[in-house]
């Protein structure tokens, strides 16, 4: 016989409130979207007043679309073939333009398709798979699915034409098939490929939670080895598609500015094109006389009024705290990374999350959050806030680390000025950067030379 009896357990558990929730999504927005989201608000709140932007101390919303909204094609700084100290024309004028993607996708990837000499039933199924892939350039379809009886013949052939084009990975089911996909395109195969996809596939997550000797044995492989896999894991992008997504279709401006003025580094919030956000006086007023009185109709108002004007009032709290939280940030980037901010991008040390989360008492999380989406002005151009953050391989003689930027930078120099017949392999590379004391693998400079848009030795040397 079954009894039944009553026990008393106790257990802690984190809920989110609204106002915990509000404050995680307004820490995320871009500028463009936190001005539309307030006017969401304010349509939806009557007790909030939103008043013109204060531009004593910036130049207006209209002036920063003139300014971040030319034709300039977008490229992520870190792909650019013309950094250094001697910058070309045309990436001057980048510099000075906005930071926006007008190209789509589909349209992307269909103008290389029109280059290449194929069957055209080939191009026609090739085109209809194009046409399905989602913003982070995967199927959310089986691309079998997505093909009549009659052209599935032809599938594998479309499919291996859509992973050769720009940007690598696209055409895929998920990020993991997609960055075992880019580890092809760069070359990996045999056993190393094999182990590289048990990696993606199965040990991820160990990874991340520091278990590399649980993965080492697991994928049978060596701690030194395994970490050199994981480190050329994150040169990768797992959703290539996200470049060309229709969120880049909006202007970009920049939620803060750094910039050389006087001798002196100098850090603005760009406050100027948010308005001002506060509790219409009146409805306050009226709130503080229906709480005090007996009629039921006003007791019932004073609810209602109560509830708007909390609302509205957590609002403006969450704003004040996203502005504090980014402009702390700012201030430790303009100290982390000065030599940046002066010199320009070779100068970028690495940086972690972490390092600064503990500078300004607030955990990791909210420090990436509100360098998500987020864009700096500074004298070099501008950037992703998160592009301050790279990571880095340490310098074997001198200890100190070196950013991504300054091994491609390094890596581009040694190219251009090799004066030998023949040219450089990326295991020569590899093997002039460790001279420098600088451990760089073959396959992470193969990838940082295509970053770079170089070609491989083969061509070059033609």
């Not at 991504?404 to 004066?419: L, Q």
Request: proline share 3%.
């Amino acid at each position: 016989m079954i009894e039944s009896s009553l026990t008393l357990t106790q257990k802690q558990q984190l809920r989110l409130n609204a106002q915990m929730l509000q404050s995680l999504e307004l820490m995320t927005l871009p500028l463009n979207e936190l001005l539309a989201k307030i006017e969401e608000e304010a349509g939806k709140n009557p007790t909030l007043v939103v008043e013109e932007p204060n531009r004593d101390n910036g130049v207006s919303y209209e002036e920063y679309l003139d300014k971040y909204s030319r034709k300039d094609r977008y490229e992520d700084y870190s792909d650019s073939a013309a950094y250094g100290s001697d910058l070309s024309d045309n990436y001057q004028a980048w510099m000075e333009g906005a930071v926006k993607e007008e190209e789509s996708l589909e349209e992307h990837l269909n103008k290389q398709l029109g280059t290449l000499k194929i069957d055209d039933n080939i191009k026609r199924v090739c085109e209809i798979l194009i046409s399905s892939l989602d913003d982070k350039g995967f199927f959310t379809t089986p691309p079998e699915e997505l093909i009549g009886a009659k052209d599935k013949e032809y599938l594998d052939k479309a499919l291996d034409i859509i992973h050769s084009l720009e940007p690598a990975g696209v055409g895929c089911r998920d990020f993991k098939e997609s960055l075992i996909c880019q580890a092809k395109e760069d070359g990996m195969k045999g056993d190393e490929l094999k182990t590289f996809s048990l990696l993606v596939n199965d040990n991820l997550e160990k990874m991340r939670a520091g278990k590399v000797k649980e993965v080492s044995k697991a994928l049978k492989i060596d701690e030194e080895e395994l970490n050199e896999l994981f480190d050329y894991l994150k040169t990768l992008t797992p959703y290539p598609g996200l470049k060309y997504s229709s969120s880049w279709d909006n202007t970009i401006i920049p939620d803060l500015s750094i910039k050389v003025e006087d001798g002196k580094l100098v850090m603005r919030l760009n406050d100027s094109t948010l308005p001002v956000v506060s509790i219409d006086s009146q409805y306050q007023q009226m709130l503080d006389e229906y709480s005090k009185s007996n009629n039921k109709e006003e007791k019932e108002a004073s609810k209602y009024l109560k509830s708007q004007v909390n609302s509205a009032d957590n609002l403006i709290n969450q704003l004040a705290l996203r502005r504090s939280t980014l402009e702390k940030v700012g201030r430790v980037l303009m100290e982390k990374q000065k030599s940046f901010f002066l010199f320009g991008p070779r100068s970028l040390k690495p940086l972690t999350l972490k390092q600064v989360a503990d500078e300004i008492g607030v955990h990791e999380t909210t420090v990436s959050r509100i360098t998500t989406s987020k864009y700096i002005d500074t004298d070099w151009g501008v950037f992703q806030l998160k592009e301050l953050f790279p990571s880095g391989i340490q310098n074997e003689d001198t200890g100190v680390s070196v950013s991504k930027t300054a091994i491609k930078d390094i890596i581009k120099e040694i190219i251009e000025n090799n004066t030998t017949e023949k040219a450089l392999s990326d295991k020569k590379i590899s093997d002039m950067l460790a001279e420098k004391g600088i451990s760089c693998a073959r396959r992470t400079v193969n990838k940082y030379r295509k970053e770079l848009a170089i070609d491989s030795s083969f061509i070059r040397g033609v």
